[in-house]
Each structure stands twice: as structure tokens, then as C-alpha cells.
């Protein structure tokens, strides 16, 4: 079965230092693989996509991430972390079975602290 | 442009009242639609999916139930809530079966279930 696994739960970095979120998943074929950003009480913002390809990605809002297949990871990464990303981050695996649906899977979400 | 509509965004109900909550896409047509819970430290959990009217899906079993009377329109429902119903439902929407590979997941903004 198809499950993805973020292994920090919370995580609090200063303003201006690099970020890194970790992300596992566990999936039979290519997965396709996806990181959200929640705002709190909001819903969630896509911030990037991997489905084939090129293995690092671009996003929104200067985030990139990059698949590993070898180690079944898919983290997500910044430079230098602004104020206004601290959010609670969700990696997420797209099932892509025979009735076409486009179910996500989602990881617990790690909370993102920044402190100035 | 399409959007998603929620409501309502927080809802307070006593133990083994019913419920009902509504979700509504516009600018689109024949999405799938989803429902998926956030429960403190779980993470997101997906409740239900569907591909069409009247076609529901459900990933777990729960004191819950969903509907799709109308093309665009998705409903959470239950007879009597228990207090493990309580947490944040969010509605989704992704393009139809045929395109869902962009990628894109689109959430509503959530509402804040507290069952007392």
C-alpha cells in the first residue's frame, strides 16, 4: 500500500538560514509526488510537482525539492527561509490506479517555526 | 477561473447531533471531488472521493457519509457525531479523470469541526 512518511514533526529555523523538510514515501510503481503548504486555518497551496523527468524540481516561492528514487525520498528544500514560510508542509503521493481517481496520500505534515 | 466553496468555516455540535457540511465547485465540470480530514498531529486523511454523481467512494470506514447530488456539489454528512468527529474537513477538487495528471489538487478553505 501506498503511504508516505515526513519524519519531523516540527521544525523551527532561523530567518535567513536553509531549509531542508524530509520526505519518504512507499509506492510500487513511479509515483507521482507533491509538497502542500498550509497556512493556518487555510487550506492548502501546491508548491511543486514531480512526475517524470528532470529529478530536481522548481516551485513556488523559491522552494525546489528532488527525487531520489533509490532512497524513496522527496524532500523539500530552500535556500534561505523567510518569516512568512512558517506553515505546516505536507508531502503527498498520487495513486494512480485503474479507475483513474487521483486519490493524494498525504504525510502528517511537518510544522515549519522561523524564528527572527 | 474555478473555485471552491466551504461552509461553513467552524462548527460546533454536540455529541450525536447530526451533520452536514457543504461543499460547492464552480467553473469546472465533471470534477472529482474529495473529502479529507485533518486531525491534530494525523496529518491529512482522505474520507471520501468521487468521480461522478451519485458515485462515492469511501476510504475508511467512520460514522461518516458523502453525497454527490449535483455534478459540483459535495456533502459530508452524519446521523449522530462522536467526538472523535472532531477536526478539520477539507473539501477538494481535481480535473476530471482524463486530466487529473496536472497534478493540481484544489482545497477549500476548511471547516473547524468541534463536537462537545
Known amino acids: 500500500a501506498q503511504s508516505v512518511t515526513q519524519p519531523d514533526i516540527h521544525i523551527t529555523v532561523s530567518e535567513g538560514a536553509s531549509l531542508e523538510l524530509r520526505c519518504n514515501y512507499s509506492y510500487g510503481a513511479t509515483p507521482y509526488l507533491f509538497w502542500y503548504v498550509q497556512s493556518p486555518g487555510q487550506g492548502l497551496q501546491l508548491l511543486l510537482k514531480?512526475?517524470?523527468?528532470?529529478?530536481l524540481v522548481q516551485g513556488i516561492k523559491g522552494f525546489e525539492a528532488e527525487f531520489k528514487r533509490s532512497q524513496s525520498s522527496f524532500n523539500l528544500r530552500k535556500p534561505s527561509v523567510h518569516w512568512s514560510d512558517a506553515a505546516e508542509y505536507f508531502c503527498a503521493v498520487g495513486s494512480y490506479g485503474s479507475s483513474n481517481t487521483g486519490k493524494l496520500i498525504f504525510g502528517q505534515g511537518t510544522t515549519l517555526q522561523v524564528k527572527p | 477561473s474555478q473555485t471552491i466553496h466551504q461552509w461553513p468555516a467552524t462548527l460546533v455540535q454536540p455529541v450525536g447531533s447530526p451533520l452536514s457540511l457543504e461543499c460547492t465547485v464552480e467553473g469546472t465540470s465533471n470534477p472529482n471531488l474529495y473529502w479529507y480530514r485533518q486531525a491534530a498531529g494525523r496529518g491529512l486523511q482522505l474520507l471520501f472521493y468521487s468521480v461522478g454523481i451519485g458515485q462515492i467512494s469511501s476510504e475508511v470506514p467512520q460514522n461518516l457519509s458523502a453525497s454527490r447530488p449535483q455534478d459540483r456539489q459535495f456533502i459530508l454528512s452524519s446521523k449522530k457525531l462522536l467526538l472523535s468527529d472532531s477536526g478539520f474537513y477539507l473539501c477538494?477538487?481535481?480535473?476530471?479523470?482524463?486530466?487529473?495528471?496536472?497534478?493540481?489538487?484544489?482545497f477549500g478553505s476548511g471547516t473547524q469541526l468541534s463536537v462537545l
Open positions: 477538494a477538487w481535481s480535473p476530471d479523470r482524463g486530466r487529473w495528471d496536472s497534478g493540481k489538487l484544489f
Open positions: 514531480y512526475f517524470s523527468g528532470d529529478t
